[in-house]
């Protein structure tokens, strides 16, 4: 029977990272899967055998050794599909490669050695890494595919994808593991539409889906057109199986128009009838929905993954943990997520009233802890070693150290996960008790700015068509309620400034002046703001992990030294040390 | 009058990271006092106006910009004196080199860009810089001196050190910032040794000296002979200016043997008279007096650097809490210690006697803040929720987090910085309460194993002549005392066995299989400490900064993902997930 498709399946998968044997569990059913659905190849993503990014496991000889025994396995389990996995393989025993393996008949047929090693951001692929050398060219049947993995593609612009356009190669097979941020899905489409086009290619595109501990992978794998068109898209935030067929005619080598250092590997298809998959098309989502899904899927993993079932929030009627205590709700469903509220004598009945209505509009149990008596002790023992004092901040924290040791407490106790519900705007600025609110196993608003835990919040109520988060909760004024009247304000100033001020300052890594220039902002709130966050350092480093959706979160993405004489008390007035 | 020598001095510095203003005055200051020398050369070390390392400070354009400034600010400081200065300078707006630049005559007369960027350990350089290109060659008055950065001469067998010496140099000289951990300093002779002889050159290795974050700059600037001899050495862990003169006609330019893409610079010595300067030899520290050091002043920097003056040990009566005060009162004083003993019910007359003797021994105040009443009352809160329960980890747990409470609350009233005890030993394995032991500014012993944190305690009596850490504490049966009759090996087995399997574990990242080869000890107690090791990651990443003294602290040296599904539980027994 004649056949004039390619049928290329693209294996959008979750891996656990560093989970050898579930990862090639999962690779051998999605390459059966591909079978079933007659695909002649399937395409995994960049390192789906290891998960992405392994980090120092890459420095342990075993590690490599039995990825390498997984590999081998997967392979006897090949027989007429191709299969392109995204692994390591070695050239020495010290000199890694990030590669992608072609399998068929029980054989490694090619390895493609990725040549662009990113090492940015959160990115430390020369830190295990051999940057490859040459192209990998596969003829089938007359037709020529490239090969490249994910920063191959970001980089320089497109050399990879170019050099072997002119080797006279019609298709390119990517595999990625892009992280997400924000709107990232609108970045790849572009780039990918530009390379495509650009180099008169298609390209196929299968990237990685899941969270692993602070990143989130968003899936979204696709197929491009060389006129730039998406023919085919996965789900986003789930794993997937996308079926597309490509005509022959279109794919059939070109000749050569430069040369290149390359392997050329001729493999064959089997000759299976089947009728035309157009393939699909998902829908992205967007705006708030979009990191709403990320925020599901990098909490769902990172809790899932560590082997925790149960996690308890700390409400206490704000936004922040409302918002956490939804989210958490919403992934592992409301016999899963305790509510623990702990007045003090400064908590306000609002406050009350709105832990409970939250609770109950989530369905999730609700338990009252008073911090008075605890508090009130510890203010007695302590007044013994240093009398009658005014009261400050150590007050403010104590209660906070309380209640954090309350939430401990009862992690210890039941086994779960404390959720910690800092957001980014206070965590920059260290608005935030290091041991107090500041604690817990994962914080899912550790990315998120303040202005958007709002946009977040309507948009989850809107989502569900009611005010499942009690519009009191989005509408009041932010106050830590750690001492009477108190208001966010007090300290810092409004929510929408210091967000501008802050995305100026970390994101953009912009200077006080440019800032000034940019912002329009008065110059004394924002060197007070820079300065905030430049003396928050210590805190940040002793911060529980959570998701990033900017380009810029506090993990690996900003590497700042604790010890910092740049900071601006330092450079702005003269310093005293030594 | 006629010179026959060519004098050379090593300004080993200690630089704020960051504090360009600070930096710039220093490197003046030192100038100024090698021209009082009669020096024709200073050489500073890598990265000395900037601070090693910057880290994502390089990501700033303005800190850039900033540093460039400074450099021009200190070459209008310079006339006859050739300078070597370690700092950054720019290729393009986002392309920036780890430079030695050369001035005289106020004028940067040469540029030398590192070739050979570390990338590994706690070193992330290829993130921020580009390799340089080109060799730098500088004769003055016929005599011909080739340039190296730190790890230039590290890797490559000595490929920049090579190629400069088939140039015709007879004088490398090298700007460090060479971190340092236990005997690194004999590491470093044999290399400059090894290199020195086999290229027939002089080497003069200035390098950093100062505490940064984690990392100690240990000093030990050196010269070495073409023999590969030591011809004169800077103090270990303190600032120094190290002069010596080297014979001119051993530094005569030979003829080149080789070709090389190469920058060359003629510059001229002022002609001065003076009487030759041999240079010093100062003794290395060696073994326990060498680590003592090493965590003395890097206790120091980051309390000085970071602005504090005070700092608060919680005294439990156990050797880590002395220890750790001992070593903050050699650094601060005594009155800039405080110890607070915290006894609970399981508190042994032992321990009190001990923390108090050790207190008086070192002569800081102790203040005693029993928790026991906050104690009863957490219990008897809790007990609300959950009824009577077992004596669990939970009401261990919440003694230590009473005391970080206490201690925390001090710390803000007093501005006082908490330094948390742990050592590498019980961070490793997690025998530590988060947020409670684990609580603190600082951990000085965070890279100390049990097994050393014993005989540095030996060491420093037998330096003090008498017995300042009490006998008793460091004879005793370790115990946490969170219940009756606690020792630490009911949980742990003795130390020395532990110490043994975390080396082979951590340092040597062998496979449980090898470890039990490599130690001859039972494969059940191994595989539990490995189980342990990594199943608290998640304590780790949220432990205070301590000082590095090994090849692999838990610092930047090694980073696991905390989501890791190559746990010794995951892959020896079958995975549930999912």
Redesign the interface.
């Known amino acids: 029977m004649f056949r004039n498709n390619l049928r290329i399946a693209l294996a959008q998968i979750n891996p ?8 090639r569990d999962k690779i051998i059913s999605f390459i059966k899967e591909a079978e079933k659905n007659k695909a002649d190849i399937v395409v995994f993503p960049e390192l789906a055998l290891t ?1 992405y ?5 890459l ?5 490599i050794d ?1 990825s390498l025994k997984e590999l081998n396995y997967i392979c006897q389990k090949v027989n007429d599909i191709i299969v392109y996995i995204g692994t390591v393989a070695r050239q020495r025993r010290w000199v890694i490669n990030n590669v992608a393996a072609v399998l068929q008949q029980q054989q490694v047929r090619a390895i493609y050695r990725k040549i662009e090693l990113p ?2 951001g959160i990115f ?1 692929e ?2 295990y890494f051999s940057p490859g050398r040459k192209f990998l060219i596969v003829d089938i049947d007359g037709m020529r595919l490239g090969t490249s993995i994910c920063g191959d593609i970001w980089i320089k612009k497109g050399f990879v994808i170019e050099k072997q356009a002119q080797l006279g190669a019609r298709l390119n097979i990517n595999l990625s593991a892009s992280p997400y941020y924000a709107n990232k899905i609108q970045q790849r489409i572009d780039l990918l539409k530009e390379q495509a086009s650009r180099f008169d290619t298609y390209i196929s595109y299968s990237n990685l889906v899941g ?3 602070e990143i989130v992978f968003d899936g979204g794998s696709m197929v491009i057109s060389p006129k730039g068109k998406i023919i085919a898209a996965a789900k986003q935030f789930e794993e997937d199986l996308l079926i597309v067929d490509l005509p022959r005619e279109h794919l059939k080598a070109k000749i050569p128009t430069a040369q290149a250092n390359y392997y050329h590997v001729p493999l064959e298809l089997n000759k299976k009838g089947r009728s035309f998959n157009k393939g699909r098309i998902e829908k992205f989502y967007r705006k708030e929905e979009e990191i709403y899904q990320a925020l599901l899927l990098g909490t769902r ?2 809790i ?4 925790f079932q149960k996690t308890v929030v700390g409400l206490s009627g704000g936004i922040d943990s409302a918002l956490t205590a939804t989210i958490a709700t919403d992934v592992l469903g409301k016999e899963n997520v305790s509510a623990v509220f702990m007045p003090s004598r400064y908590t306000s009945t609002v406050s009350r009233e709105d832990a409970y209505q939250l609770a109950s509009n989530l369905g999730i149990k609700i ?1 009252e ?2 911090i008075e ?2 508090f009130q ?2 203010l ?3 007044r ?3 009398g009658d ?1 005014p009261f ?3 007050e403010e ?2 209660q906070a ?2 209640r ?3 939430l ?3 992690s ?2 039941e086994d779960w996960l404390v959720l910690a519900p800092g957001n980014k705007s206070e965590i920059a600025v260290g608005y935030t008790t ?2 107090g609110d500041l ?1 817990g ?1 994962f914080g899912i608003l550790k990315d998120v700015y303040k202005t958007l835990v709002y946009k977040l919040a309507s948009f989850r109520n809107k989502q569900a068509g009611w005010k499942i988060i009690p519009e009191r909760i989005i509408k009041k004024t932010p106050s830590a309620e750690l001492r009477a009247n108190q208001k966010d304000t007090d300290f810092l100033p409004t929510y929408s400034v210091l967000d501008t001020i802050l995305q100026e300052y970390i994101e953009k ?3 006080l ?2 800032i000034v220039e940019n912002s329009g902002l008065d110059v004394k709130t924002i060197m007070r703001v820079i300065q905030l966050v430049d003396n928050n350092e ?1 805190k940040r ?5 959570g998701i990033r959706i900017t380009p810029k979160s506090f993990g690996k993405d ?10 601006i008390d ?2 702005v007035q003269p ?4």
């Open positions: 656990i990272t560093g989970h050898l044997s579930y990862n998960g990014p392994p980090e120092d496991l420095l342990k000889k075993h590690f039995d090492n940015y430390d020369k830190r969270g692993q501990d993993d990172y899932y993954k560590t082997k338990t802890v008073s008596n605890i002790k510890y007695q023992t302590m013994k070693i240093w004092v400050d901040k150590t924290n104590l150290r309380i954090a040791n309350i401990m407490a009862l210890n106790k290091i041991y604690v196993g890594d912009n200077s002046y440019r210590f480093r002793q911060a529980p992990p900003r590497r700042l030294p604790i010890v910092d004489g740049y900071r330092f450079y310093c005293e040390f030594d």
